[in-house]
Every structure is written in C-alpha cells, then in structure tokens.
C-alpha cells in the first residue's frame, strides 16, 4: 500500500486517490467485516504515512447489502476525517437478471446504502 500511496503522491492532480481493495468477498462468503474494517484502518494509516496527503481519497468498496447489517450509521464513527483523511465510498451493482428493472424489483430499499 505505501509504494501505491507513493505513486499517487508524485502523480498530484492525475491520481484522484486510491481504492484499497476491490470486490471484498460478497455477502455470504464469510469475511468477517470486523477484520476488512481492520485491514482499512491499517492500510489507510500506512498510506498517510507514505505521505498521500488527507485529502486524497482513500477508497472503501463494499457491497450494497453489508451496509444495513455493519457500515449503516457508523461511517464517520469508523473513519473520522481528522484521523484518516478523506475516506470515500465505492460500490458495485450488477444486473444479473434479463433487464434493469427485474434486478431493481428483487432488491429492497434496505439493501440500498445510506451513507452518513
């Protein structure tokens, strides 16, 4: 993570920020969100101490449904911008089903995240 951290860093403005992990396990496959929440703070702090200042985005991606039974309310409580910096949201929604409208159908205003 430091010598990603570092590229950002040299690169300035090209280098929005960095994505710390893409597509952790999908609900279901049994990745303790405690140790993921973990594994960011360790990342992001190492990140910051490369040098990627706090005002690059360090990227969280997680999957729409974990943020009701883990991350829902607790954004700012996990990652305070005064300790890590600026902390940003990516999620992945696929359309596995014949058409939009059938996957948005099966889905349920809960499973959307809400992000505070």
Known sequence: ???????????????YGVELLNEPAFPGNG????HLLDFYHTA????????????KPMVVME????????????????????????????THIYDFKNSVAEE????TSTQWPVVE
Do not use: S
């Open 104 to 107: 948005e159908a099966d889905w």
């Open 63 to 90: 999957w729409a449904p974990h943020w009701n039974e883990f991350w829902a309310g607790k954004w700012n409580t996990y990652f305070p911008e005064n300790e890590y910096g600026k902390v940003i949201l990516d």
């Open 31 to 34: 990745l303790d969100r405690n």
């Open 1 to 15: 993570m430091t010598k990603l951290a570092q590229i950002c860093r040299d690169k300035g403005d090209a280098c």
């Open 44 to 55: 992001i702090k190492a990140a910051r101490g490369a040098g990627l200042p706090k005002t």
